[in-house]
């Protein structure tokens, strides 16, 4: 699978390139899937935002509101009823997987469940597409300073990178670059911080950053 993992979405030219580059298609011809999931984990999210995730309303214009040929809806949390004969199809015929942010436990959790993590290695030619915990849940740790959900029993997630994922760096009065070296230096692996026109591209392993913003690597 490749990984295109971002903190704010597709927010600029560049970004939207990588993209573009990993599909080896225009965004136009790819069909996507959204998976909202990882918002019901966090006490910010809710219906609301939900609703204009799947909807693609214009505040996730750099995400579900890019001109995809088709957009669909994956809740996680409903797979494991509907059984793997229903929901693999679905996935395997997704050029892209847009993965919304929220709490990243709760959604490397609800992964794991319906089975969708242990699908990703055979996912060859499907682009995952990141945004905030979207990105981190793919990661082996998040510090817990970004576990919002009360279930979560600590701060690791899947671990399919080897790197952690600092995002929204200036965003906001917690996410500054002194805040995200403090939260890098308790973990034990590489960590990025990455403002919202930063992203990663991960492709047989080799991790490229692709910026037209901030962007820091706190722990090599």
Same mark, same amino acid.
């Given at each position: 699978m490749k990984l295109l993992l971002t903190s704010g979405g597709i927010t600029n030219d560049s970004i939207h390139a990588a993209l573009e580059d990993l599909l080896g298609m225009p965004v136009g011809e790819a069909d996507a899937l959204v998976v909202p999931t990882a918002q019901w984990g966090h006490p910010m999210c809710g219906p609301a935002s939900v609703r204009g995730l799947v909807a693609a309303t214009p505040s996730f214009r750099h995400f579900t509101a890019l001109p995809w040929a088709s957009l669909g809806v994956l809740e996680l949390t409903a797979l494991p009823t509907v059984g793997k004969d229903r929901w693999v199809p679905w996935v395997e015929a997704a =050029?892209?997987?847009?993965?919304?942010?929220?709490?990243?436990? /709760?959604?490397?959790?609800?992964? %794991?469940?319906?089975? !969708?993590?242990?699908?990703?290695?055979?996912?060859?030619?499907?682009?995952?597409?990141?945004?905030?915990?979207?990105?981190?849940?793919?990661?082996?740790?998040?510090? *817990?300073?970004?576990?919002?959900?009360?279930?979560?029993? =600590?701060? %690791?997630?899947?671990?399919?990178?080897?790197?952690?994922?600092?995002?929204?760096?200036?965003?906001?009065?917690?996410?500054? !670059?002194?805040?995200?070296? %403090?939260?890098?230096? =308790?973990?034990?692996?590489?960590? /990025?911080?990455?403002?919202? *026109?930063?992203?990663?591209?991960?492709?047989?392993?080799?991790? =490229?950053?692709?910026?037209?913003?901030e962007w820091h690597l706190l722990r090599s």
């Amino acid at each position: 699978m490749k990984l295109l993992l971002t903190s704010g979405g597709i927010t600029n030219d560049s970004i939207h390139a990588a993209l573009e580059d990993l599909l080896g298609m225009p965004v136009g011809e790819a069909d996507a899937l959204v998976v909202p999931t990882a918002q019901w984990g966090h006490p910010m999210c809710g219906p609301a935002s939900v609703r204009g995730l799947v909807a693609a309303t214009p505040s996730f214009r750099h995400f579900t509101a890019l001109p995809w040929a088709s957009l669909g809806v994956l809740e996680l949390t409903a797979l494991p009823t509907v059984g793997k004969d229903r929901w693999v199809p679905w996935v395997e015929a997704a =050029d892209v997987l847009l993965v919304d942010g929220g709490d990243a436990t /709760y959604l490397a959790h609800w992964l %794991r469940e319906s089975g !969708l993590a242990a699908l990703l290695p055979e996912l060859h030619g499907t682009v995952w597409v990141g945004m905030s915990a979207g990105s981190m849940a793919l990661t082996p740790r998040i510090g *817990q300073d970004f576990v919002e959900w009360a279930g979560a029993p =600590d701060d %690791r997630t899947l671990g399919v990178v080897d790197f952690s994922i600092f995002p929204h760096l200036g965003a906001f009065p917690g996410n500054s !670059l002194e805040h995200a070296e %403090r939260w890098a230096a =308790d973990l034990d692996n590489p960590a /990025y911080a990455l403002d919202e *026109q930063s992203a990663l591209t991960v492709v047989d392993g080799v991790v =490229d950053v692709v910026s037209e913003g901030e962007w820091h690597l706190l722990r090599s």
